[in-house]
């Protein structure tokens, strides 16, 4: 497998417009999370689906994020409209189902810069 | 709530020292941990879990419920070993890891 693949890798935008992130998963997996990284706030969970259902959105910082699994392998995280302090790197990442110890495997990331 | 602390966000050791990274958590329940490291602009990559009491890359770590820690230990580093370590508490329940804020390993020459 190759692993949890990601895209755009690198995405630079100017305020105001709307940015999607993508994400597949590993074949398999039922779990997916998406995770902010930043300097100041280190990695973050924004939210997480089973199934493709979304089980837990807390961390979503506000209304202008938003994320969607229409099938299992593939998934959406949405900004509209983006904003400077958007600027991070978001993680996907997929687990099986109690398999691999609760192994979370992580994406390559996709860096965004809004400015 | 749970949480996870790393106290130290750098760590700097000379090549063939011992290298000891510091993990402590709080959790109500049975606790499962984890050590990620992420190289220089790449993925978090799994480097060790509390649950296979294994060995990587000459890593070990043990897990101390008195002491609620779970320190990251290598008793020689390499170069090659530096990079961003993060310590994780997966909530079995929400099946989410909570990422300490990580500790920076540099190991001189």
């Known amino acids: 497998d190759a692993g949890v693949i990601q895209s755009p890798r690198h995405e630079v935008t100017e305020m105001g417009q709307e940015v999607t992130l993508r994400c597949k998963p590993i074949s398999g997996h039922d779990y997916l999370f998406w995770y902010r990284q930043t300097m100041m706030r280190g990695l973050e969970l924004l939210i997480y689906?089973?199934?493709?259902?979304?089980?837990?959105d807390s961390g979503m910082p506000e209304d202008r994020f938003s994320a969607k699994m229409p099938n299992a392998s593939f998934s959406t995280l949405k900004i509209q409209p983006s904003e400077p302090r958007d600027s991070a790197v978001y993680f996907c990442a997929s687990s099986e189902p109690g398999g691999s110890g609760n192994t979370i495997y992580f994406g390559e990331g996709s860096w965004l810069t809004v400015v | 709530a749970q949480r996870v602390t790393q106290p130290e966000k750098l760590l700097s050791v000379f090549k063939g020292a011992p290298v000891e990274l510091k993990c402590n958590y709080s959790?109500?329940?049975?606790?499962?941990l984890f050590w990620y490291v992420q190289y220089s602009r790449q993925r978090l990559q799994l480097l060790l879990r509390h649950i296979s009491r294994e060995s990587i890359k000459g890593f070990t770590a043990d897990l101390n419920k008195g002491e609620t820690s779970f320190h990251l230990k290598k008793p020689f580093a390499q170069e090659e070993d530096s990079a961003m370590y993060y310590c994780a508490l997966l909530d079995t329940g929400r099946r989410a890891l909570t990422f300490g804020s990580g500790t920076r390993l540099q190991v001189q020459p």
């Open positions: 689906f089973n199934n493709n259902v979304p089980i837990d």
């Open positions: 959790y109500s329940g049975s606790p499962e």
